[in-house]
């Protein structure tokens, strides 16, 4: 017995010892490897200053151009590997996630918390990702077409004969879709009010510059969160003493989560990850929609196209007497294929950041230990190997699928957008009530302005503004970090003027702004 014991803590301790040299081994014969080529500009600065200074387009492209499709470069503090191709992008995404964590600036952590999904890589993640996925799922959002529609529809009439900013109103809209998938119905309008207060002022505050001094954007924004928090404290009470909610809510599915163990989550991590999804689900499907009411209205035939399918839409509901229902969302196909193809031009998420855990090899090239490693989703997407004419605005190009692995607006892998499918829904039903209900034109003026935080560039007739306090900061490219605005007025169309075509009118100037707070462009030009 004695011996056979001693047999396997001998082969266990030789075994232990093989791998430690076989590891070491491969280490000092990856460290021999190239780094990709690129440039890694001056010390310290590194091409910060470059990618800041040009059209970030034209940042990547010329590098693209002169090393191929994995560059090293030195951004913000850090160095990084750029990664264009669709096989290096699945690489880091999927097939080899585990060698890649996400990383995100500690300011971003602390305005989302701590606990949110986006920042773990491991079990926790997986957990709360199945969750939150059971709650985005289609069977899940079968039951709330109807509220979306009607969100979407109240925001319509809220905007009717004014002249708002197109994102702001967007970003109403999908704040009240994320609190609906969160709470349900189950929310007093006096709950919803606070909670919408308080995450407007964090959102304020999420791109400033993070110092706690009273009165900065960001001190204000860290005294929303908690309050946010305290909010929330009160609903999930509240929610624990009901008897169980008849439909399924993300909060239910939160509040009635048990491990084997019989453990619950707690609190915080709760309230991370309700503030985490209200984030994540709101920029990104806001700029989105800004940018399809702009193609559209650039594209007066296909507008006039995508307004025919939903009429009959319109129409079969009994001029829209009836709401709409979840077997038509699913049959917009020519409405489904502008909102690809919008998605595909503004790339809204241009990129995505991870960190190496170790040292990895790519195509004979060692990607280090530690290094940013950022798939550029927005080049795939504009690459003519993969999109003919990319820059383009051709819906037709998606009545074929893309090729695997060129089309990732939503990310890739265990971290890839579990909204994907409400942020459709949003889109089919307020393109639905826009087009066949009402009227807009636009006629956009550049007029944007300095102000102390904000530097402003012109490009190609754009105002493209960013932050130079955000440019500080490293990495990431939340999703809630990108935002287009414009200004125009729409104006509601008569039961008689629906049915016949009114000649479009011009309503007033409008101005785009682009904001890119980490000077990373997203958006396609508008034409
Ligand atoms: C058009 C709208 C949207 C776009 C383009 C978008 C895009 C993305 C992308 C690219 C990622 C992956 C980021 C990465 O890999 O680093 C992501 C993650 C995520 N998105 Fe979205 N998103 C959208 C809307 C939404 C909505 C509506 C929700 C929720 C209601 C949502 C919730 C999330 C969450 C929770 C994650 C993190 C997933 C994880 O880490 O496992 N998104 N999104």
């Given amino acids: 017995m004695e011996i056979s014991c001693s047999i396997i803590i001998f082969t266990s301790l030789a075994l232990a010892l093989f791998s430690y040299l076989v590891i070491r081994k491969r280490g000092k014969q990856m460290r021999k490897l190239p780094l990709p080529p690129g440039s890694m500009g001056l010390p310290y600065i590194g091409e910060t200053f470059q990618l800041y200074s040009q059209d970030p387009n034209v940042f990547f492209a010329s590098r693209l151009k ?9 951004v913000l503090g ?6 264009a191709s669709p096989e290096a992008a699945r690489m880091v995404l999927v097939s080899e996630a585990h060698l890649f964590k996400p990383t995100y600036p500690r300011s971003k952590e602390q305005m989302i918390g701590p606990w949110a999904l986006f920042f773990h890589q491991d079990d926790y993640h997986a957990r709360i990702r199945k969750l939150v996925q059971a709650s985005l799922s289609p069977e899940s959002l079968r039951g709330l077409v109807h509220q979306i529609e009607g969100t979407a529809a109240a925001i319509l009439r809220s905007w009717d004969g004014h002249a708002l900013s197109t994102f702001q109103v967007m970003k109403k809209l999908s704040f009240h879709v994320g609190i609906l998938v969160i709470f349900g119905r189950h929310l007093s309008e006096q709950r919803k009010k606070a909670l919408e207060n308080n995450y407007f002022i964090v959102d304020k505050g999420y791109n400033s510059f993070p110092t706690n ?7 204000n924004a860290i005294k929303a969160r908690k309050r946010l928090r305290e909010i929330l404290n009160e609903i999930m009470k509240e929610r624990r003493e009901k008897e169980a909610v008849v439909e399924k809510d993300l909060l239910s599915c939160f509040v009635e989560w048990r491990d084997e163990k019989g453990e619950q989550l707690r609190d915080e991590q709760i309230s991370d990850n309700i503030i985490g999804v209200l984030f994540a689900a709101q920029d990104t499907t806001a700029s989105v929609l800004t940018w399809i009411v702009k193609y559209l209205n650039d594209n007066p035939k296909l507008l006039m196209e995508v307004k025919a399918e939903q009429m009959a839409i319109y129409e079969s509901n009994g001029c829209g007497r009836q709401p709409l229902t979840w077997a038509q969302t699913r049959s917009m196909p020519l409405t489904h294929r502008v909102i690809l193809e919008s998605l595909r031009m503004a790339s809204i998420i241009s990129f995505t950041f991870r960190e190496a855990v170790v040292d990895v090899e790519y195509k004979g090239y060692l990607i280090p230990k530690g290094w940013k490693v950022m798939p550029l989703f927005r080049n795939i997407h504009h690459n003519s190997e993969f999109y003919s004419d990319p820059e383009k605005f051709d819906s037709s190009r998606f009545e074929v699928s893309p090729k695997p692995n060129t089309f990732m607006p939503f990310g890739n892998g265990v971290h890839s957008c579990p909204g994907n499918e409400i942020a459709k829904l949003e889109m089919f039903s307020f393109i639905h009530h826009l087009v066949t209900q009402y009227r807009l034109a636009l ?5 944007g302005t300095i102000s102390s935080t904000c530097m402003y560039s012109r490009w190609l007739g754009l105002t493209i503004r960013w932050s130079i306090v955000h440019s500080l900061f490293p990495s990431t490219v939340s999703p809630s970090d990108f935002g287009v605005q414009s200004t125009y007025e729409i104006v509601r169309a008569s039961d008689k003027q629906v049915l016949e ?6 309503v007033c100037n409008k101005t785009w702004h682009i904001c890119v707070p980490l000077a990373i462009f997203t958006s396609t030009t508008p034409k």
């Fill in 443 to 447: 006629n956009w003026k550049d007029n």
């Fill in 66 to 74: 002169k090393y191929g499709e994995i560059f090293k470069t030195h």
């Fill in 213 to 219: 001094f009273p009165g900065t954007l960001f001190s």
């Fill in 78 to 83: 850090y160095p990084c590997v750029m990664l």
């Fill in 501 to 506: 075509e009114m000649p479009r009118r011009t």
